[in-house]
């Protein structure tokens, strides 16, 4: 039987683009090379797609990359596959599955999905709708409003009226009080995300994140412990146990998360196990009410009062050594071999996406 060929995109033009690197490394270390043959493909900080033909080791480092040539992925479905450039020489490279491993803005935001669906191409992961839905918190929050998970109180602003910031901090005084957090509604890994504690930090925080994004929300500051789930495939899902953060700064910024040594996962949570069950059918019903498919990592609280609040959903989440998605399913018994093989197989033609 031949290998079905895989191609991994990663990179990519958001803030996450160096975290997308590390990832997609774990990710490609851990195809089964008996049933799969992998592509590196690349997007660069400014756009530009490179194929890479060398080991995966050396995309860390950056050796690799005088070694890659420009390609394209064809939106036609007739390729089916990827236009390798190198001067006037095009080669069609055809692909039977992508597996995008692109974090942040343009790569789990519904953007390349559509790219994925015009080209006829197999997908891992959710779809352009879930996807986008997902990505942005504030439509997130509306959508979910629609089931029976508690989420935290909120006020939506925008980058294109900063004119009435100060209305905006009226409302948020009135609403939510201090301190608050205030977040890019489409941008990942804590980037942009400020706790105000008064009315000059919050002026501050949305400035900040308004550059990270038109749309802005401001949440309550929830006082609990920060939780985290994991779930794997489309209609027949599969909900893993709940892992805990121990961030090392007041909250889980990106700092903390991948440049603090301080920062822990605790791996089950030391939970009642009537709140583990809450929370993971909590988030199996967000990922079927988003309509995810392939993989999600969904984010919670645990209140003093033992009550939980939904936080966000990823859908790309991080592949890294210190991400939550893959240790909660290998503390599952799942290896992150068995675990990217199942992602790739939910993607395949006979898989209800």
């Known amino acids: 039987m031949s290998k079905k060929v895989v191609a991994v995109i990663f990179g990519g033009k958001s803030s996450e683009h160096d975290i997308s690197k590390i990832s997609a490394t774990t990710v490609m270390r851990n195809i089964p090379q008996d049933k799969y043959r992998v592509i590196p493909i690349y997007i660069t900080k400014s756009g530009e797609w490179k194929l890479y033909d060398g080991s995966v080791d050396n995309i860390i480092n950056g050796n690799w990359e005088k070694y890659a040539v420009s390609c394209i992925l064809s939106p ?6 990827f236009f390798r450039i190198v001067g006037d020489k095009i080669k069609s490279i ?14 789990e935001d519904g953007s390349i999905q559509g790219l994925f669906e015009m080209s006829g191409i197999p997908y891992v992961g959710c779809g352009v709708l879930s996807s986008a839905a997902s990505m942005d918190k504030a439509y997130t929050k509306i959508i979910i409003s629609s089931v029976d998970v508690p989420q935290a109180k909120h006020v939506v602003a925008y980058s294109y009226e900063l004119d009435k910031i100060e209305t905006t901090l009226d409302e948020i005084e009135e609403k939510l009080g201090y301190p608050c957090f205030i977040k890019p509604s489409r941008a990942g890994s804590s980037v942009g995300v400020t706790k105000a504690k008064n009315r000059e930090q919050a002026r501050a925080g949305i400035i900040l994140a308004a550059e990270n994004d038109k749309t802005i929300i401001i949440e309550e500051f929830i006082k609990g412990r920060e939780v985290e789930t994991a779930v794997l495939g489309n209609l027949d899902i599969q909900v893993a146990g709940v ?12 700092d903390a998360k991948y440049n603090n040594a301080q920062s822990q996962t605790v791996i089950p949570a030391d939970l009642p196990e009537e709140t583990s069950e809450t929370i993971r059918k909590y988030a199996a019903t967000i990922y079927k009410t988003l309509d995810c498919r392939g993989l999600s990592r969904v984010d919670f609280f645990v209140k003093e009062d033992g009550s939980i609040i939904f936080n966000e959903i990823n859908t790309i989440p991080g592949f ?34």
């Open 76 to 81: 036609s479905t007739e390729h089916k596959g």
């Open 94 to 107: 055809p692909v039977d599955v992508i597996f995008p491993v692109l974090h942040g803005k343009g790569g």
């Open 243 to 254: 892992g805990e953060i121990l961030a090392a700064d007041e909250f889980y910024s990106f």
């Open 320 to 353: 890294t050594s210190i991400s939550m998605y893959p240790m909660l399913f290998e503390h599952e018994g799942m290896t992150k071999s068995e675990l990217v093989d199942r992602l790739i197989e939910s993607a395949l033609p006979g898989e209800e996406r």
